[in-house]
């Protein structure tokens, strides 16, 4: 069976153990990966994994085109890896960013709002998702943390709401830290969509398929949150809860085809 791992952050050589150790020092974690593409490469295929969605996030609008470029380069480099863009709110140039992301071949947008300072139903987001959503653009939230309440699904809902036609991606089964709150807000919305990531260390495995039944296999992603994870113990941790071959299928790699065209 095919697996794509759909959550996968990586950066440049130069500065990826600066990064690496940021974020874990913002979870409070021990990071697995080195968060390099050659890294995520030698792990995942030691896991089975065949191709990866990528990304990395602008916390100032003057990353934004370093970033996209350099996702764009390692697509090229790499034809395992599809990437996804990002934008930061503060940009000027909203509709350009957009454009140029697109021009470069990524495949939607990832944002995350509690590293970009900002509510994801924020005006300066609404007129993201609008673009995203006239260019049929997925989008990648980071949903979810107790600490704060930036991607509270209180405001993911208010998304949904404006733009009905709007594929969105919840990661972390659409609230980090709050999934047995997430899912009960956001599962009825037929354009919202989860991934796995982060998700499967916090829950057992009865809660764990709770939220996959709540959702759906067919709106659910697979993502390992590289490097903040082992994709082993993921990929694992998903055999062990007696899932159908259709929803295991569905998870592994339909869902994300769907969605990418992949």
């Avoid at 697509?75 to 454009?99: V, W």
């Avoid at 709401?161 to 709050?178: K, Q, Y």
Wanted: aromatic residues 10%; charged residues 20%; hydrophobic residues 40%.
């Amino acid at each position: 069976m095919k697996i794509i791992d759909a959550h996968c952050h990586v950066y440049p050589t130069a500065i990826a153990a600066k990064a690496v150790n940021n974020i874990g020092h913002f979870y409070d974690i021990n990071m697995y990966g080195a968060g390099t593409a050659e890294d995520l490469l030698k792990t995942g295929s030691n896991a089975g994994v065949t191709q990866y969605l990528i990304f990395s996030v602008a916390t100032t609008p003057r990353q934004t085109n370093s970033i996209n470029e350099f996702i764009a380069q390692t697509m090229r480099e790499n034809p395992q890896m599809k990437g996804l863009g990002t934008i930061h709110p503060d940009s000027a140039d909203l509709e350009g960013e957009i454009n140029h992301l697109t021009d470069l071949g990524l495949l939607g947008v990832k944002m995350h709002h509690d590293f970009q300072i900002v509510p994801a139903d924020d005006p300066r987001c609404m007129k993201i998702y609008e673009l995203c959503a006239a260019k049929h653009l997925p989008v990648l939230l980071h949903t979810g943390d107790k600490r704060y309440d930036y991607s509270n699904p209180n405001r993911v809902k208010n998304i949904l709401r404006a733009f009905p036609d709007l594929t969105v991606i919840g990661a972390h089964f659409g609230g980090w830290s709050i999934w047995e709150e997430a899912a009960p807000q956001l599962a009825d919305y037929p354009n919202f969509y989860v991934d796995s990531s982060s998700s499967f260390y916090a829950l057992s495995p009865a809660a764990a398929k709770d939220i996959i039944h709540a959702y759906g296999s067919e709106r659910i992603l697979f993502g390992s949150d590289y490097p903040m994870w082992d994709v082993a113990y993921d990929l694992k941790y998903l055999n062990s809860l007696n899932l159908s071959d259709d929803d295991l299928e569905n998870i592994l790699n339909r869902t994300a085809k769907n969605i990418f065209n992949l």
